[in-house]
Nanobody, 127 residues
Framework: QVQLVESGGGSVQAGGSLRLSCAASGYDYSNYCMGWIRQAPGKEREGVAGIDSGGSTSYPDSVKGRFRVSKDNTKNILYLQMNSLKSEDTAMYYC?????????????????????WGQGTQVTVSS
């Protein structure tokens, strides 16, 4: 059974940083496409980072240069380092995964097409 558990959210002032973590279990983590998806109240779900089994990453323009996704295959943990945070980054952040054979290319731009989800961690940025 696939399980994804996020942590690391919180409140921070604009310009600050946070690092989110996602502990994965129940599957061969290294062969999955992983991503971070966020959703703010009243807004559409938005993919903010994706990483494939080989470590290639992708980001939307809204976070490019500020967010960085990485993973530790030995610990089965996915990270999202968020710098220069803005008030518009306020949202619930979810860790998500799909098996490698679902395809990873461009998946960050299809935020509704992920198979496994964590419970989310709240990020609040105050200006």
């Amino acid at each position: 059974q696939v399980q994804l558990v996020e942590s690391g959210g919180g409140s921070v002032q604009a310009g600050g940083s946070l690092r989110l973590s996602c502990a994965a279990s129940g599957y061969d983590y290294s062969n999955y496409c992983m991503g971070w998806i966020r959703q703010a109240p009243g807004k559409e779900r938005e993919g903010v980072a994706g990483i494939d089994s080989g470590g290639s990453t992708s980001y939307p323009d809204s976070v490019k240069g500020r967010f960085r996704v990485s993973k530790d295959n030995t610990k089965n943990i996915l990270y999202l380092q968020m710098n220069s945070l803005k008030s518009e980054d306020t949202a619930m952040y979810y860790c998500a995964a799909v098996p490698w054979n679902w395809g990873c290319t461009g998946r960050v731009f299809r935020p509704h097409e992920w198979k496994y989800w964590g419970q989310g961690t709240q990020v609040t940025v105050s200006s």
